[in-house]
């Protein structure tokens, strides 16, 4: 551990609430104002481990953050050591946001955001991989659980670890689908590092190298629901694309996956599902992911402009179009033809494809209800083809309707 890791740890990590009781710790944007003065001074902080604190601080002049509770916190080396002591036999590694080992994807696209200490147990070399994060509820079924292991297993298979939160259910299914298929993974955890580091499901993977857990927060701190929204950014940060697998309306997943949307850090993707969440956050702009066996992260990490993984009309080639009819496939979810050949086909074949475009809603949606935009961007559709399907559907009681607030829902009706 560097001199500038202890000096970074006395002005901003908890250690114990009798020793943090006078002097608060600085938060991320106090301590980002603090470097920004060290460095007008051209000063390091591994200075303010010398005896000449007080010297130092001398023209150091702020409204919100006192001299005396800079001085204060310096003041803590004792629990410093403790802390240290008992931190390294737990086999803890501590790095600050200047080292080489520091991930460089979230210092990249979080910048000022990026916390000022990681603590960590496991291969730091895990954290400078590329990953695709995996996030959802904790509140799964084991449907939920078996899709999130298999985008582990996917993602492995294409070069990729997983990066997630280390929480029940989701997370951890991909995680462990990604371990358990000689992959890796990074887990960013808000709380218990050294309790979770210690999990039988963990520590053989630990031991072998292929995961490392990580967090922010004091390695032996409780659950926080603050702390446990505020690592949302580092799973998407360190990724590159991330997936939703269920998402409620509100809570972690739902904040987090807002939060990646507004400052587009990377590419988000949710998973087909019924979950007003998922269905919330695709009108919010997130990319559908229709199939976890046909996944392609070169396609996930790069998705085309109004792209989405998987389509009614998506796994033939195109054929070309002059000097023949060409047959649809009744197998569900394939044709040879395209979607822009929809509508020169359709006097001849619009029965076919009507019958296809009902037989593929059945097999996604099941009977539950699906929106417009929801059946336009699953099955690959114009708004106006499905607009033709649906009055089709209605007229013969294939499809019902009901309006829910502001918008208009369609369920299949199965006979």
């Excluded at 402009?305 to 009744?330: C, I, R, W, Y």
């Excluded at 979810?333 to 509508?343: A, F, K, Q, V, W």
Aim: aromatic share 8%; proline share 3%.
């Amino acid at each position: 551990m560097t001199e500038r890791t202890k000096a970074t740890l006395l002005f901003t990590a908890y250690f114990s609430k009798t020793t943090d009781k006078v002097h608060k710790p600085l938060s991320l944007t106090e301590w980002n104002k603090f470097v920004r003065w060290q460095q007008t001074k051209n000063l390091s902080p591994e200075i303010f481990l010398s005896n000449e604190s007080e010297t130092i601080l001398a023209d150091w002049n702020d409204q919100g953050i006192s001299k005396n509770r800079l001085l204060g916190l310096l003041e803590r080396k004792a629990a410093l050591g403790i802390a240290l002591d008992k931190w390294s036999r737990a086999g803890v590694w501590i790095i600050n946001r200047g080292d080489q080992d520091y991930p460089s994807k979230i210092k990249e696209k979080l910048k000022g955001l990026a916390p000022s200490i990681f603590f960590g147990i496991g291969n730091k070399e895990l954290l400078q991989q590329h990953y695709a994060g995996v996030v959802g509820s904790r509140a799964t079924d084991e449907l939920d659980l078996e899709h999130s292991n298999q985008i582990g297993q996917k993602m492995v298979q294409q070069k990729y670890g997983i990066v997630s939160g280390g929480a029940k259910g989701v997370d951890e299914a991909a995680m462990l689908g990604a371990l358990d298929a000689g992959g890796s993974s990074v887990g960013i955890l808000a709380d218990s590092l050294i309790k979770k580091s210690a999990s039988s499901q963990y520590r053989k993977h630990i031991v072998s190298g292929k995961l490392v857990l990580m967090s922010p927060y004091n390695p032996e701190a409780g659950f926080n629901a603050g702390n446990a929204m505020s690592r949302n950014k580092l799973i998407y940060s360190m990724s590159d694309f991330s997936i939703v697998v269920k998402s409620d309306i509100k809570g972690g997943t739902w904040e987090g996956a807002k939060e990646n949307l507004k400052n587009d850090w990377v590419p988000l993707w949710v998973f087909d599902s019924e979950e007003k969440g998922n269905r919330e956050i695709l009108k919010l702009g997130a990319k559908l992911l229709v199939d976890v066996s046909g996944i392609s992260a070169e396609s996930l990490k790069n998705p085309a402009k109004d792209s989405n993984q998987g389509t009614l009309f998506e796994k033939e080639p195109k054929p070309s179009m002059k000097g023949h009819k060409h047959a649809v496939n009744k197998e569900i979810g394939t044709s040879s033809t395209s979607e822009c050949d929809l509508s020169k086909e359709n006097n001849e074949h619009g029965t076919e494809f009507y019958e296809l475009f009902l037989t593929q809603w059945r097999h996604l949606f099941k009977s539950g209800p699906v929106s417009k935009e929801m059946l336009c961007t699953r099955l690959g559709l114009t708004i106006s083809q499905v607009e033709i399907w649906l009055e089709k559907a209605l007229s013969v009681q294939s499809v019902s309707k009901q309006n829910e607030e502001d918008e208009t829902w369609y369920s299949a009706i199965t006979r």
